[in-house]
């Protein structure tokens, strides 16, 4: 659940009342690492595109400062995707690759609010600048909605548009006897 909280500004021909979103407690990578650490299937889609079946993988280094997920191949490109986080001080550094383009390096900042956790930085998304927010939200059944939104800052709306959502259901293993 995420609150409304209204910011009082002063405009030029008196008090705006402008709503912001409250994303809940800053935290670092620790909390995120075990829960999602493992091996994880679902559709990737897009707002314009067709949905995806793949598989994403998940890995913590041993003292959970580092994050690494792994897209499958053919998500969106003919090579597999990567998104490594790493704490670097109060924030999160991100280097993404998909193997085709530059290297992206963007900084995060960590919220966490009712069991979600949102990694919202300033960037850009299709050659325009904007607000990134990347959102992993939890059901009961351990399964994740991770979704990667953008709020164009040459735009005058207050939302964010959907750029991609990728679910993640649990790979459950079989034991060979």
Request: charged residues 15%; proline residues 3%; aromatic residues 10%.
């Amino acid at each position: 659940m995420i609150k409304r909280i209204y910011m009082l500004c002063l405009g030029l021909g008196g008090l705006l009342l402008l709503p912001t979103l409250s994303y809940g407690a800053k935290i670092d990578l620790k909390p995120i690492c075990p829960l999602l650490e493992g091996e994880w299937q679902g559709s990737a889609a897009n707002p314009n595109g067709e949905s995806k079946q793949v598989t994403t993988s998940v890995m913590c280094s041993a003292d959970q400062l580092n994050l690494y997920i792994s897209v499958s191949q053919g998500a969106r490109f003919s090579n597999s995707e990567t998104w490594w986080f790493r704490q670097r001080g109060a924030n999160i550094g991100l280097v993404y690759s998909d193997g085709i383009n530059t290297d992206v390096h963007q900084t995060f900042t960590l919220y966490q609010q009712d069991g979600s956790f949102t990694l919202l930085g300033k960037g850009e998304v299709k050659q325009r600048p904007a607000l990134i927010r990347l959102s992993f939200e939890a059901n009961e059944q351990n399964h994740w909605l991770w979704q990667q939104s953008a709020h164009f800052l040459d735009d005058d709306s207050d939302s964010y548009t959907v750029v991609r959502a990728i679910g993640l259901t649990p790979i459950t293993q079989t034991l060979v006897k």
